[in-house]
């Protein structure tokens, strides 16, 4: 089985910044791309960031595009979210995911696997 497992989320003041690690096991890491989405109370769950399984493409939500970078250490089944400049807006649960299609979708369909997610809250 794969297991997606996030960690590094917290309350943190806004203009702040966090990272957000996901480690993956079980499975084959270094071919899935990696997502991350964000979920707000009360609000559906949106695509924030993704990677493609090597890591040379990129995807961004246009809200936080230049703030938020997506890295990931295929040595370690590992991909991060770089968080900066952070906005009470950004306060969600996050949640990283893999797909085994490859690339940097912004598609929550095409994740085949999923974490259960790290709370971040951004204070104003």
């Known amino acids: 089985q794969v297991h997606l497992v996030e960690s590094g989320g917290g309350l943190v003041q806004a203009g702040g910044s966090l990272t957000l690690a996901c480690i993956v096991s079980g499975g084959a890491f270094g071919s899935y791309a990696m997502g991350w989405f964000r979920q707000a109370p009360g609000k559906e769950r949106e695509f924030v960031a993704a990677?493609?399984?090597?890591?040379?493409?990129?995807n961004y939500a246009d809200s936080v595009k230049g703030r938020f970078t997506i890295s990931r250490d295929n040595t370690k089944n590992t991909v991060y979210l770089r968080m900066n400049s952070l906005k009470p807006e950004d306060t969600a649960v996050y949640y990283c995911?893999?797909?085994?299609?490859?690339?940097?979708?912004?598609?929550?369909?095409?994740?085949?696997?999923w974490g259960q997610g790290t709370q971040v809250t951004v204070s104003s």
């Open positions: 990677s493609r399984w090597s890591g040379s493409t990129t």
């Open positions: 995911a893999a797909s085994r299609w490859g690339l940097a979708t912004m598609d929550s369909s095409l994740y085949d696997y």
